[in-house]
C-alpha cells in the first residue's frame, strides 16, 4: 500500500501533443474546404456515409486528446470497486393478497 503512494504516473505530455495537433489538422482542412467538402457529400448514393466517417473521425482524435489532455492535468476519473453481494434467498411460496370486494353504488 505505501508503495503506491511514492510512485507517480508518467505524463502522456507527447500523445497528448501528437493528438492535439491532429485534431487541429483535422478541424482546419475541414473549414478550409468547405466548398469542396460540401460538393463531395452532397453527392448522393454512397457519398452520403461519408460526413458520418468524417465525424467519427473527428470526434475519434479530438477525445483522444481531451483525454490525455486531462491525464496531463492530473484529473482521472474515479474507479469504484465493484461490491459483490450475497444473493438472497427469494421464497416463491408466498401467498398473493386478495382482493378486497368493493361496492359500487348505481343510480
Known amino acids: 500500500m505505501a508503495q503506491q503512494y511514492g510512485h507517480l504516473k508518467k505524463k502522456p505530455v507527447g500523445k497528448m501533443m501528437v493528438y492535439g ?9 475541414v473549414f478550409s474546404n ?17 460526413p458520418i466517417a468524417t465525424a467519427f473521425a473527428i470526434s475519434f482524435v479530438h477525445g483522444g486528446f481531451t483525454n490525455y489532455f486531462w491525464s496531463v492535468l492530473g484529473i482521472e476519473a474515479t474507479k469504484k470497486s465493484l461490491r459483490i453481494r450475497p444473493e438472497e434467498k427469494r421464497s416463491y411460496d408466498r401467498e398473493r ?11
Open 34 to 50: 468547405q466548398s469542396a467538402i460540401t460538393a463531395l457529400f452532397t453527392r448522393g448514393a454512397w457519398y452520403a456515409a461519408l
Open 21 to 29: 495537433v491532429l485534431s487541429a489538422a483535422l478541424y482546419a482542412a
Open 97 to 107: 393478497p386478495q382482493p378486497q370486494p368493493r361496492l359500487r353504488a348505481r343510480l
